[in-house]
């Protein structure tokens, strides 16, 4: 990232900033709130880090209809159901060019037949196995996150990519596991972790998904 230093009580580093953003994103995953809420804060928190005009472009996003999303979901899990020994269930974030097109942001599910919650980098997610046909998302506002972040060479690039499409992946994918029937989710698994992040860097482990239903993340009793 290319941030610099700033004053706050004290200097921080680009380290502790960039900490401290993470931190936030998944406070505000765990918290459970509409997805637009959760956005609106951490634009609000990056602005303060990260003064810029752009950040307002970013405002004016639908967050809140994750139809189209909810929509590909369903069509992958009745048509290529979650395999019996899956244990992990990741939306990974990426950059991906699609049909020879422009770069841009989106995210793919996948499964693996390990998972760890304390895995802080999600590396059980790189051992998948289960990629069903018609993964990636084609996500519309992540494309969006992309192009307002890129549009220009003094565009916030990836001071803005970075949380707000772990952000968005975050609270949008939750939002999905809270409306879908966790039956559709479960395929033919008896238990599924579930996390969203970057291939190979930050990550957020969601919740896990039994015949009971959704147990979220951050709160009691979660392991």
């Known amino acids: 990232m290319n941030a610099e230093k700033i004053m706050t009580d004290h ?37 303060i880090y990260f003064p810029h005009n752009d950040w307002e ?11 189209g999303l909810s929509t590909w979901i369903t069509f992958i899990l009745k048509h290529d159901p979650v395999p019996a020994e899956t244990r992990g269930l990741w939306f990974g974030i990426f950059n991906a060019s699609h049909g020879g097109r422009q770069v841009t942001a989106d ?13 802080a980098y999600c ?27 890129y549009e220009s060479t003094e565009g916030l690039r990836d001071t803005a990519e970075y949380p707000l499409c772990l952000a968005y992946g975050g609270l949008a994918v939750k939002q999905l596991l809270l409306q879908l029937d966790h039956g559709l989710i479960l395929g033919n698994a008896l238990e599924l ?14 919740g896990v998904i039994d015949h009971m239903g959704f147990a979220p993340a951050g709160e009691p009793g979660f392991e």
């Open 123 to 149: 590396e059980w997610a790189r051992d998948a196995f289960y990629l069903p046909s018609g993964r990636l998302a084609h996500s519309d506002i992540l494309d969006a996150i992309y192009r307002i972040a």
């Open 11 to 47: 200097e921080l580093t680009e380290t502790e900033i960039w900490t401290d953003v993470f931190e936030k994103v998944v406070e505000l995953v765990n918290v459970g709130m509409p997805v637009s809420t959760g956005m609106a804060s951490i634009i609000d928190a990056c602005e």
């Open 193 to 206: 972790g579930v996390a969203v992040g970057f291939d190979e860097g930050d990550c957020i482990v969601l």
């Open 107 to 119: 995210f793919y599910v996948s499964g693996s037949r390990v998972f760890s919650a304390a895995d």
């Open 57 to 67: 472009k970013f405002r004016h996003l639908e967050y809140d209809d994750i139809s």
